[in-house]
């Protein structure tokens, strides 16, 4: 067996394996008090002696012996480089107490989803309407400038300007209130209807086209 090992035979490895992975494994889970180390050391130890298949002469009459002599070198060096990460680590600066951003981070939500509620509701405006209050409001143009860049009265400008704030302003909470209902869980059964089916179905018939 152990010829055949050294010779690169998967086969008479595999039979060790099969023979000795218990005895590995338990050795380490008395060792390291931890059974996901001891199934990584159990890997590691199988590949360390398949790498040192050459040194399995003859002469070596316990093959057991010999895997835990190599289990017992890759717990050791092991434990090794966890203290030396236990030591940098220690010798780092204490990290900074984190303040609680919990708080923020939904205010950015709430305010990406009016952005985007806006985003929508101007699209919803008249063209006119549109080009007019992306330029007073979104540029800071003033009323001349914007009259100016759209070749059209100031008093237009006006009138149009006024008209898109008075519409933005419904057609925001529209969108606002539509994607809320959007997220909230629906009660039933959450199966599609028939109505629904088809619906979908024809979405993604003209999708596909």
């Not at 494994?25 to 398949?50: I, K, N, P």
């Amino acid at each position: 067996m152990n010829e055949r090992v050294r010779s690169g035979d998967r086969a008479a490895f595999a039979e060790i394996f099969d023979e000795h992975a218990r005895v590995v494994y338990a050795h380490a889970v008395r060792t390291t008090g931890d059974w996901a180390a001891a199934e990584d050391v159990m890997s590691l130890t199988f590949l360390e002696a398949w790498r040192l298949r050459d040194k399995l002469r003859e002469e070596v009459r316990s093959v057991r012996a010999w895997l835990l002599g190599i289990a017992t070198n890759v717990m050791r060096n092991t434990a090794r480089a966890a203290r030396r990460h236990r030591e940098a680590m220690s010798r780092l600066p204490p990290p900074e107490v984190l303040a609680d951003f919990s708080d923020d981070v939904v205010g950015h939500m709430a305010d990406a989803q009016r952005l985007a509620a806006a985003a929508r509701a101007l699209q919803r405006l008249k063209r006119t309407e549109r080009e007019v209050f992306a330029l007073v409001v979104w540029s800071d143009l003033g009323y001349a400038a914007a009259a100016e860049a759209l070749g059209i009265p100031v008093g237009t400008v006006r009138s149009r300007l006024s008209r898109a704030r008075e519409k933005l302003r419904r057609l925001v909470e529209e969108e606002v209130t539509a994607g809320e209902q959007a997220v909230e869980p629906r009660s039933g059964t959450g199966h599609l209807s028939n109505s629904g089916v088809a619906a979908a179905r024809a979405s993604h018939g003209r999708g596909t086209r």
